[in-house]
């Protein structure tokens, strides 16, 4: 099975601007989570979404968002991009139920000037 | 919300020792906690995993032991070598499917 992809791999964008990022789970994978990658504050959850659905939101401002479509792939916004954005953005998509396994994608690099 | 601390922050052992990283846990309903590991510029990794009704799990040369009444596990690597140097990460899942990580645990492996 090809593994979770992830689009695009690297972006650089200037403040105030906003950015969408995409992640294709691994086929009949339905959960698919996204988390940020800072060298501060390590890995924070974002969302986590299952059928379309968002089941869970971490701790992060109303600009960051997030859906999912009924093929799985999920896609992230940030609006009013802020330096602070910058990070590496990670999807991980997890099996069907009964397994709690999640694999990650190879994130995509968000660079905010 | 769940809050999960790891130890060491850094790790350099002998090629050959074992290493040995901790972390805690602080929602007694979490229910799962895998270890990941991230090499320089790549994706985590899964590398074992262990749920909540299990104490212990081993592959190979990699372990990992639960303590649920003392809200905390642990990774064991045994005969360490260089391409076990990398970022490990553990984490807990809680049951609103919010996995939240360690701060993460460097290890180098000296030849």
């Known amino acids: 099975k090809a593994g979770v992809t992830q689009t695009p791999r690297y972006l650089i964008k200037t403040r105030g601007q906003q950015v969408t990022l995409s992640c294709s789970p691994i086929?009949?994978?339905?959960?698919v989570s996204w988390y940020q990658q800072t060298p501060g504050q390590g890995l924070q959850f974002l969302f986590e979404?299952?059928?379309?659905?968002?089941?869970n939101k971490g701790n992060f401002p109303g600009r960051f968002s997030g859906r999912q479509f009924s093929n799985s792939r999920s896609e992230m916004n940030v609006s009013t991009l802020e330096l602070g954005d910058s990070a590496l953005y990670l999807c991980?998509?997890?099996?069907?139920?009964?397994?709690?396994?999640?694999?990650f994608g190879p994130g995509t690099r968000l660079t905010v000037t | 919300g769940e809050n999960v601390e790891q130890h060491p922050s850094t790790l350099s052992v002998q090629e050959g020792d074992s290493a040995v990283i901790k972390c805690t846990y602080s929602?007694?309903?979490?229910?799962?906690f895998p270890w990941y590991k991230q090499e320089l510029g790549k994706r985590p990794q899964l590398i074992i995993d262990?749920?909540?009704?299990?104490g212990e799990k081993k592959d190979q040369r990699i372990a990992v032991t639960l303590n649920k009444t003392a809200k905390h596990f642990s990774l064991h690597i045994t005969e360490t070598q260089p391409e076990d140097s990398a970022v490990y990460f553990c984490?807990?899942?809680?049951?609103?499917?919010?996995?939240?990580f360690g701060a993460g645990t460097t290890v180098t492996v000296r030849a």
């Open positions: 991980a998509s997890s099996p069907p139920t009964g397994s709690y396994e999640q694999y």
């Open positions: 086929s009949g994978h339905r959960s």
């Open positions: 979404y299952f059928s379309e659905t968002q089941r």
């Open positions: 929602d007694s309903a979490s229910n799962y």
């Open positions: 262990i749920r909540s009704n299990v």
């Open positions: 984490a807990a899942l809680s049951n609103d499917y919010k996995l939240s």
